[in-house]
């Protein structure tokens, strides 16, 4: 599920685009400032989701849907409870107020992702592990070499500085990247990042602690940046697996 942020406010950008780095399930295409070079970015390309700011100079968050043929779904950010009303009757996923905390986002988000099942605008649940994504590779530069690695067979990524190690089923390759590097080229429906030292791999999971999980017996940390994101995407996963199970 790909989104944009349309926000006049810089410092209202940044707080959205840390929280949203913490769900793996959405992915932030670009941020604007202007809803004028917003709208010519819209002509180009679609979107599922939109983060709209209301009060904003040229052209305001209530207006800017009405120049859109086929709106995405919109989730209104404002510091401003006058406006629910209006948001609700443009059909607006959701109306999130200013200081955005990370759980009310988190259940907008959640809720966006839902719609967009029910329309068919994305085949599959960013939160089931796809079968078709393990058979994906990936290269990986060591020092003078590329390695392939299957996507299946990444367990965890352990971050120390600007070096990675990426632990496999078959070893681990130690590699010079930055950790936001390694999201980046990684699958978001099957990997997490639930520390700034470590991104694991949902399929490989053995158990989840209070403040780690264990994968191949090893204990990696949970921090409280991403606890509450990564406890979410478990609770999501058991969720549908079990209304599956019910179903059969």
Known sequence: MNCIIIDDEPAAIDVLKFHLSSIPFIDLEKTFRDPLDALEHLQKHTVDVIFLDINMPKLSGISFPKFLQNPPLIIFTTAYSEYALESYELKAVDYLLKPIEFNRLLQAVIKAQQLLEKKGSIKTSSTEISNDVGQQTIFIKSGSEFHQLYVQDIKYV???????????????????????????ILPKEIFIRIHRSYIVALKHIETVKKHCVVIAAKEIPISSNYREGFLAIIREISKKRGAKSKGE
Do not use: C, M, Q
Not at 171 to 180: D, E, F, M, Q, T
């Open 158 to 184: 352990e971050s120390d500085g600007n070096y990675v190690t990426f632990h496999t089923s078959k070893g681990p390759v130690l590699a010079r990247y930055k950790i936001s590097e390694v999201l980046e």
